[in-house]
């Protein structure tokens, strides 16, 4: 049981500022049982037109309880800020390790082991008869046990309206800031026709995630979103990228040298992970996709094939994607019958997913951390409103 008072708390660190600017991700420690923390500092002058999302979060997490999603621990009020705990996930977000570690996306091993317990956390939340709409490595976090837990509830919706079980739903998810969460909705989300959508538009985030942990780069990331909408519309989905995908033959280790032996940066990821038909998109547009604006040539194109092209991922893990990536929703397997699929048989009981990912470096909270004694030092001058309004 965690007190909500700011006196029982020392911040130590800040971790991330978030949600648009709105929020910003604090290590923490708990005094009372000297445990570490996260604590999210909401602005709340800032989120008073996100005060529902904020709230449909807590309730949403006070409701579900499962070993695979982020808990909820304890919220309050102080000053003109809201402060929701939680535990402290020390690897932080899968996002965050692909781009500072992983850029060219993580070991086949560690992503099955995520994929495992982003899939356990979903199949809870569907039997709970919740659509999560929102499955993207952002919202996948790491503990230090190599424990992964799905966050990102503000955008769940529940299949239950006025006591009644819907078959679909119609409506979108909240806006997320700079709409960032489009690139892993489904087809027939986006669509927004009358056949609605259910549980399986997670399935689609889902394998949009499996490129994304596979590959480092965000599918579809440089595509404006129109045309993002409509290739999704027409079929294209993005894939895994390897020695498969390409042309270029399989080589072995060794083989690769000179100037294509140097591991990619996080800016020079290119977007090349879409399937076709892309043959009408036309040049411009195609540009766009390969990053080549943003500074990165065709060197930097053909230096990203090659890297992935070294690399032979599972004809399972190529399987289990394709599978979730389905256009036809009815065609896309349940959670349940994903956990049963053969690209899970590698995960044995003693991998250790810290170890497969040994080069990334746990959030450490810093006592002596100026910013956050300071903001510390200043909450304390202030006073603590009542909590009644935010009580929830």
Known sequence: MFNPDINDYQLTSIITECCGGVAVVYSALYKPSNQNVAIKRYFVDKTKENASLIQQDIATRKELQHP???????????????????????????????????????PELACAIILRDVLLALQYLHKQLYIHRSVRASHVLVGANGGVRLSGLRSAA???????????????????????????????L?????????ARSDMYSLGVLCCELANGAVPFAEIPTTLMFT???????????????FPEPCLEDGEMKNEFDTPLSPDSIVDISVSDP?????????????????????????????????????DAF??????????????????????????????????????????????????????ALLLQQKMAEMEIEKTTEWDF
Request: net charge positive; aromatic share 8%.
């Open 68 to 106: 695979n999603i982020l808990p909820y621990l304890t919220s309050f009020v102080h000053g003109r800020e809201l402060y929701v705990v939680s535990p402290l996930m020390t690897f932080g977000s899968c996002r965050d390790i692909l781009d500072r570690y992983f850029p060219e996306g993580l």
């Open 158 to 188: 529940s299949m239950m309206l006025r006591g009644r079980r819907q078959k679909q739903l119609h409506n979108l998810p909240p806006p997320d800031h700079d709409n960032v969460n489009l690139m892993w909705l489904s087809p027939e």
């Open 190 to 198: 986006l669509e927004q026709n009358l056949k609605g959508y259910d």
């Open 231 to 245: 290739e999704k519309v027409r079929g294209s989905r993005p894939q895994l990228l390897d020695c498969s995908t």
């Open 278 to 314: 892309l043959s009408d998109i036309g040049s411009d547009n195609v540009k766009g996709m390969y990053n080549t604006d943003s500074g990165v040539g065709d060197s930097e194109v053909a230096r990203a094939r090659l890297q992935y092209a070294r690399r032979k991922l599972s």
């Open 318 to 371: 190529h399987q289990l994607t394709e599978m979730a990536l389905q256009r036809d929703p009815d065609k896309r397997p349940t959670a349940t019958q994903l956990l049963n699929h053969a690209f899970f048989k590698q995960v044995r009981k003693t991998d250790f997913l810290p170890g497969l990912i040994s080069k990334v470096k746990p959030i450490k909270p810093d006592p002596s951390d100026m910013s």
